[in-house]
């Protein structure tokens, strides 16, 4: 039996970050598992919804964003709570647990993730885990699911938000469209981020040459 754990939403400006720890018996891995990045939507829910049903355990801890706006915290610190969080829910004494690593250095993030767990966990961390353990490459896409259903209860709440991330002019559009019309920033918006800054910047910017 082995347990991954991996996330998905780090970047994005809009919306919550997702941990999943998926635990299993590596037979039970699909094996076309992968980084879910590397992966197409649609065989990504397929493998998701065959891995519910496959694995032993299963456990998505959610970092929303205010949580990540706290000035107290940071992203590594932040990332390190949600593989401990996620962890617990499956956490086995008799698994091996790979991580992959969400900070420059990897054994870093693995004892500082390692310090919040049972001491009886054998955790290792790697940088692309996701593509090299299987068992990760499964949590990744639990995780990336995870984030795609809350995008879409965005899209539901706010109409066209885009992916979310700071590259995508859909989402700079649906920002700036929404602070143009209500001064502020949305509710599902990283004001932290400095793409949220940047865009408040240039609507006060605006107004003030309107003015």
């Known amino acids: 039996m082995q347990i991954g754990v991996d996330e998905a939403g780090k970047g994005p400006v809009l919306g919550s970050m997702f941990v999943a720890a998926v635990r299993a018996d590596p037979e039970n891995i699909p094996a076309d598992v992968d980084d879910s990045k590397r992966l197409p939507p649609t065989r990504r829910e397929e493998l998701a919804e065959q891995l519910r049903k496959q694995a032993d355990a299963i456990s998505v801890a959610e970092i929303p964003v205010d949580r990540i706006d706290d000035s107290d915290t940071d992203m590594n610190g932040l990332t390190v709570a949600g593989h401990a969080k996620a962890l617990d829910g499956v956490a086995d004494g008799d698994c091996d647990c790979y991580l992959d690593a969400g900070d420059t250095n990897a054994v870093r993030f693995e004892r500082r993730v390692g310090s919040r767990v049972n ?79 940047d865009i408040l910047g240039e609507i006060d910017q605006a107004a003030l040459t309107d003015f």
Not at 150 to 179: I, M, N, Q, W
């Open 119 to 197: 001491p009886t966990i054998d955790i290792r961390a790697e940088h692309g885990a996701d593509e090299e353990y299987p068992i990760v490459g499964a949590a990744s896409i639990i995780a990336k699911s995870a984030r795609e259903d809350h995008v879409s209860s965005l899209k539901a709440e706010f109409g066209s938000v885009g992916s979310g991330y700071p590259g995508d002019d859909t989402t700079r559009t649906f920002l700036r469209e929404f602070v143009k019309e209500r001064g502020q920033l949305p509710a599902c918006a990283r004001k932290s981020w400095q793409t949220s800054r």
